[in-house]
């Protein structure tokens, strides 16, 4: 019981219980599960993400060109799908990751081998894929009429009553799981956020890690450019333009610890989630959306003031610093 | 975020002369003149006062926040939330005006809409012990959320015309008020941060908080200071914005603060802390401004100039890394 207590996840789903119980007593039929799997969907996208971002924040790095990987991604595949409306989804699918994972890759190649700090790195980047998506398409949008059908029920299309754009959540949620819990990788990623040192003697390459680390940011992120792509039925310069502060927003009210090392599937989840709930909830409580962006933020304020509380550990160092990166 | 490192102190200095040529701010230097000389042979407009004058209004807002987040970022902290700072600071003189508030009442109330904000930032990174990182991600919400609520889709307009002179006024000729405003607090903060016992302790905190904490430095009163400092700063260029626009809306200089930090690291701070040089931020700002104009000028999109300025900051960092590996591959 006391285990439960202290645990993080715990307390952030009884929050999201009694918000979502709180919101239905004033909106009755907010607790539906039609509702509820309503909000899932909406919220897909932003949890992909923030798995995705969970796992380089786990190795002490950030990655602040998500969106931008995402626009970038999602773009390539609108202009495919619109000049060669015959590629089969699965492979503008692939596509889309597979171009993530480019990016994501450039991104763990310069914190790799030059060493430069990762906020550094894809604050860069993060100008240079979105100004990329302006050559590419010609500061043109890709626009409902330009996309196959095809492409527009990638997301949409029902499968058990539920549409495909939360079984993709579903699917990313259980590989993601078993890669954090059952793979030596996943373990690298935890070793070398709580103690780098130790786990260079303890035989981990740290750069190659964080290397991994930022493809698989950037592989999630060019998925959900497809996703994003195919759910709002638009392509452009501007899609999720400002949408990595939110992912990170996400994984830290989740209680994912910005100095690494500390953060489970369920925290990405939950905290993305909960941004979902609150989103979905003010229309409904009638409280004008302007209201939003106020609301994450102070909750933002709140989680991360939560946590330092929770989360508070003494360590003692017991080796001397070793060369890391190297 | 930061990884380990090992610095090397050296055991005697080097030649000054030798340091001096090839230091960070003759690199910014050496690009700059190249960009201005790229610029005047692209295109004939370039070449003329009143062109060069209109390009400093690109940078000088963002520069004079870059100022103060540039002393943020080498004790070791970093402020995300800058840009809605403004928001706020420009949403809150709006709401002021609609209660006939003058020209001076206006100034103040910026100004110090941005101490507090700042102060609450410091409140929060200090006073709590939180990381900078998280609690300015989530203050950047918090502000222009907040500069949302107070206007929703709506613009409040109709500033006085003695208010516009902070924004579009001319000291003499062709010198505008905001670049004699930034030039004097260039200098201001070139004395803080490089002749001061303040500024020392800034450079050791970002060396080093514990050193710094065990050689009697307040670290704490200084980072609070430090983020009071950038809220006056946001609060000041608020002001300009808010003078140069004649409105004010909620997404006003939306996406500035990733600019202003653009700006910092390319004038060689180190995003780790512990190092950096307002002159080189100065010239890092210059470098920017005319890079943005010299393209405009030239009929280039906005976005793609940001391919630029995101690879000049990728290459001016990686480069001199580059080069010190095939130097000691060379030695060896």
Not at chain 1, 124 to 149: E, K, M
Not at chain 1, 298 to 311: E, P
Not at chain 2, 124 to 136: A, D, E, F, M, N
Not at chain 2, 269 to 292: N, P, Q, R
Request: glycine share 10%; hydrophobic share 55%.
């Amino acid at each position: 019981m006391s285990k439960l207590m202290k645990n993080r996840e715990f307390w952030l789903a009884l929050a999201l219980a009694v918000l979502i119980w709180g919101v239905t007593l004033r909106a009755p039929g907010f607790g539906a599960s039609s509702n509820l799997l309503d909000i899932f969907n909406n919220t897909s996208i932003l949890v992909i993400l923030a798995l995705g971002q969970m796992v380089v924040i786990l190795t002490r790095s950030i990655d602040l060109s998500m969106a931008a990987t995402l626009a970038l991604s999602g773009m390539i595949v609108a202009l495919l799908n619109a000049a060669y409306p015959g590629i089969p989804v699965p492979i503008l699918l692939a596509i889309a990751a597979i171009s993530g994972a480019i990016l994501g890759a450039v991104n763990g190649l310069l914190v790799w081998k030059l060493n430069i700090p990762s906020i550094v790195v894809t604050l860069g980047t993060l100008t240079i894929y979105r100004g990329t998506i302006f050559l590419i398409a010609g500061g043109q949008w890709v626009n409902a009429d330009q996309l196959s059908p095809a492409f527009i029920a990638g997301t949409r299309l029902p499968i058990l009553g539920i549409p495909l754009l939360s079984w993709f959540a579903v699917l990313i949620v259980v590989v993601f799981f078993i890669m954090l819990t059952r793979t030596t990788i996943g373990r690298a990623l935890y070793a070398i956020g709580v103690n780098p040192t130790a786990s260079v003697y303890a035989g981990i390459n740290v750069g190659k890690t964080k290397f991994i680390a930022f493809t698989i940011a950037g592989t999630v992120s060019g998925l959900c450019g497809y996703l994003w792509v195919s759910r709002y039925v638009i392509g452009s310069v501007e899609v999720a333009k400002g949408y990595e502060l939110s992912i990170i927003a996400a994984c830290v009210i989740g209680g994912v610890s910005i100095a690494g090392g500390i953060g489970t599937v369920g925290s990405a989840l939950l905290g993305a989630l909960f941004l979902g709930v609150i989103n979905s909830a003010l229309p409904v409580i009638n409280i004008s959306p302007f209201w939003q962006m106020a609301i994450s933020g102070a909750a933002i304020i709140l989680a991360v003031i939560f946590n330092s509380r929770t989360s508070r550990q003494k360590g003692r160092i017991i080796l001397k610093s070793a060369r890391v990166g190297e | 975020m930061s990884d380990t490192q090992i610095r090397r102190i050296p055991d005697r200095l080097d030649n000054p002369l030798r340091s001096a040529i090839f230091s960070w701010q003759s690199l910014l230097l050496l690009v700059a003149t190249a960009i201005f000389v790229a610029n005047s042979l692209a295109t004939p407009y370039f070449l003329n006062p009143w062109s060069i004058s209109d390009a400093t209004f690109n940078f000088t807002e963002k520069a004079l926040i870059a100022l103060a987040m540039a002393l943020v970022i080498i004790s070791g902290e970093i402020d995300l939330s800058v840009a809605a700072i403004i928001a706020f600071c420009s949403t809150m003189m709006g709401f002021a005006l609609q209660f006939g508030v003058g020209t001076f009442g206006l100034v103040v109330i910026g100004i110090t809409t941005g101490l507090l904000c700042g102060a609450f930032n410091g409140a929060l990174v200090s006073g709590l012990r939180l990381p900078s990182i998280v609690v300015t991600i989530g203050t950047m919400s918090f502000f222009r959320g907040l500069s949302f609520i107070v206007l929703g889709d709506q613009a409040f307009k109709g500033y006085p015309s003695s208010f516009a002179y902070f924004g579009q006024g001319y000291v003499w000729w062709v010198v505008s008020f905001e670049v004699v405003l930034f030039l004097i607090m260039a200098v201001i903060f070139y004395f803080v941060l490089h002749r001061t016992s303040f500024g020392r302790q800034i450079f050791v905190i970002g060396n080093n908080p514990v050193t710094a904490e065990f050689s009697g430095v307040r670290v704490r009163r200084i980072k609070f200071l430090l983020f009071c400092l950038t809220g006056v700063m946001s609060g000041l260029a608020a002001v300009l914005l808010t003078s140069r626009l004649g409105s004010t809306r909620p997404s006003i200089a939306t996406g500035w603060e990733l600019e202003v930090i653009t700006m910092v690291v390319l004038g060689g701070v180190s995003i780790l802390g512990g190092a950096g040089s307002i002159i080189g931020v100065v010239l890092a700002a210059l470098i920017m401004g005319l890079v943005t104009f010299g393209l405009g000028l030239l009929n280039v999109p906005g976005i793609v100039m940001s391919i630029v300025i995101g690879t000049l900051l990728i290459a001016v960092i990686a480069l001199p890394i580059l080069a010190g590996r095939l130097r000691a591959r060379m030695e060896r």
